[in-house]
């Protein structure tokens, strides 16, 4: 059965670092999306992206964050400068329409210290 | 007003018998409902999407949609120990193609 996977799996890094998260959707899906969970609290919706442009983002996806998709697999999200409270479990979710069912990845858990 | 809320606190229940779990929503203009399960540490996984009034069965699983009353419902019968979770409701939201989650509802099956 098809699903989106995520690497790494976990990520360590400094504030002030960048990190890129990297996902691959389902392949005939056509809608990608980012969305954090911080520990003990609710999934929070970042960013959706078709067509190879932004849909739409919320308000946590300020202009340290960006999203590509580099070449016809990958989806990925880059955080320019990491602050502490950007420590989260990160999903990237793929459905093939904008109100079809979502398909979330395995998560990548990011550590800000 | 939050999107969507799920008020109640852990649901224990024994082995066999039925869990029930609500969601409300705020969107009147809301076209679809999921219901996604998560085990500690992992990513939400589909348990149930219904997208019209009225009930959807799925094996153990049932969803009800009251677009009227702004809430959707899980039942899952016959609960067993894997079943314990935190159950996760999620609203697309009129215009949007974002999903909005509930906080989620911890059940724990009691053998």
């Known amino acids: 059965e098809p699903e989106v996977t995520q690497t790494p799996s976990h990520q360590v890094t400094q504030m002030g670092q960048e990190v890129i998260l990297r996902c691959v959707p389902i392949s005939n899906h056509l809608y990608f999306y980012w969305y954090r969970q911080i520990l003990g609290q609710k999934v929070e919706f970042l960013v959706s992206f078709y067509n190879n442009e932004i849909s739409e983002k919320s308000e946590i996806f300020d202009d340290q964050f960006s999203v590509e998709r580099p070449d016809g697999s990958n989806f990925t999200l880059k955080i320019r400068s990491t602050k502490l409270e950007d420590s989260a479990m990160y999903f990237c979710?793929?459905?093939?329409?904008?109100?079809?069912?979502?398909?979330f990845g395995p998560g990548t858990r990011l550590l800000v210290l | 007003q939050k999107e969507v809320e799920q008020n109640s606190g852990p649901l224990s229940v024994p082995e066999g018998a039925i869990a029930s779990l609500n969601c409300t929503y705020s969107?009147?203009?809301?076209?679809?409902f999921f219901w996604y399960r998560q085990y500690s540490g992992k990513s939400p996984e589909l348990i149930m999407f219904i997208y019209s009034n009225g009930d959807k069965e799925d094996g153990r699983f049932t969803a009800q949609l009251n677009k009227a009353s702004q809430y959707v419902s899980l039942l899952i019968r016959d609960s067993q120990p894997s079943d314990s979770a935190t159950y996760l409701c999620?609203?697309?939201?009129?215009?949007?193609?974002?999903?909005?989650f509930g906080k989620g509802n911890q059940v724990v099956v009691i053998p």
């Open positions: 969107d009147r203009g809301s076209q679809s």
């Open positions: 979710a793929s459905s093939t329409g904008g109100e079809e069912t979502q398909y």
């Open positions: 999620a609203v697309t939201p009129y215009g949007n193609n974002r999903l909005a």
